[in-house]
């Protein structure tokens, strides 16, 4: 299955917003549904992906509950550091759009690779609001 990462960046946008601590230091969780119903855009196979990848990479907190080959739930609690500084670097529209219309050219990049696509349009995008 390939990763969509436009499902993948709306994850990491939608944990960053919904997911915070209170002043007790008590934390929420969401899991696969909420997910689901948060992003129609992506179907159930999409975003459950999305969302084993983005563990497995160091993006999420999280957890995958299975048994016998079939995902029973997906469980989310934050973003790593990682997490964090990978979607700093494409929260923006505009540097996700550049980004991604860059790398069409390519047909296909890694999480690294798009990650110093974005960090390069970003700087390019910061270099000339200096300027």
């Known amino acids: ?18 997911l915070n601590w209170d002043d ?12 689901v119903q948060g992003l129609e855009d992506f179907s159930k196979a999409e975003i ?7 563990i497995e990479a160091d ?4 957890y995958i509950k299975d048994c016998d080959s079939c995902i029973l739930d997906i469980i989310c609690y934050g973003l ?3 997490g964090h500084q990978f979607l700093d670097t494409v929260r923006e529209n ?22 110093s696509v974005a960090n390069d349009c970003l700087t390019n995008f910061i270099s000339k609001r200096l300027s």
């Open 1 to 18: 299955m390939k990763l969509n990462y436009d499902c993948l960046r709306q994850i990491l946008l939608g944990i960053e917003r919904d």
């Open 24 to 35: 007790d230091l008590n934390y929420y969780c969401l899991n696969l549904d909420s997910f």
């Open 48 to 54: 459950a992906y999305a969302l084993k990848m983005g």
């Open 59 to 62: 993006l999420i907190n999280g």
């Open 80 to 82: 790593t550091y990682e």
């Open 94 to 115: 505009k540097i996700w759009k550049k980004t991604k219309e860059i790398l069409s050219s390519v047909g296909g990049a890694s999480l690294s690779v798009i990650t």
